[in-house]
């Protein structure tokens, strides 16, 4: 072997690293992107999954404030249909009944009654005079409806 050969065969392991070197470089970059895309790929996924139980766990809370709602008519219904009953004390039995009706002699009532031909206060009605929808005033003054009433010349 000679001289040129062993030159020639370390030139060309140089050049196969240089190559080799090259080409790992270029893998490399493919697997940042690769790594990148990876992890784009798994934040999406755990956004997605926030987003789907932030939907759900606002799912469960409006069934929850409908069924409170629903819980919260109900029993107001039940109170007003409660509360428009009497009490039972407020029943009578048959012989209460009949003693108030018995002891009943004249039922009183709350309206107006119209007294039978009472005469009203003495009124005159030769004296008395309509209102009068007007000032009173002298015959020379201005009235209230004309249109300089009310506006004084100014003093020189």
């Known amino acids: ?3 040129t050969s062993v030159i020639l065969f ?4 140089a050049s196969g690293a240089f190559g080799c070197f090259l080409i790992m470089r ?10 990148q895309l ?5 934040e999406f996924t755990a956004y997605r999954e926030n987003v789907n139980q932030h939907f759900n766990n606002t799912a469960k809370l409006v069934n929850k404030l409908t069924k409170d709602y629903i ?3 109900k029993h107001l219904e039940d109170a007003a249909e409660s509360f428009t009953q009497p009490p039972k004390s407020f029943k009578l039995n048959e012989e209460s009944a009949e003693q108030l009706e018995k002891q009943r002699e004249e039922f009183l009532t709350l309206e107006a009654s119209s007294p039978k031909e009472e005469e009203d206060a ?3 009605i030769a004296g008395a005079q309509p209102p009068k929808d007007y000032a009173p005033k002298a015959p020379s003054e ?3 409806l004309a249109e300089d009433y009310g506006l004084h010349k100014p003093a020189n």
């Open 1 to 3: 072997m000679s001289l």
């Open 10 to 13: 370390l030139a060309g392991v």
């Open 26 to 35: 270029a893998s490399r970059s493919e697997s940042s992107i690769e790594r």
């Open 38 to 42: 990876r992890e784009l790929q798994e």
């Open 71 to 73: 819980s919260v008519q």
């Open 122 to 124: 003495q009124f005159d």
């Open 142 to 144: 201005k009235g209230t």
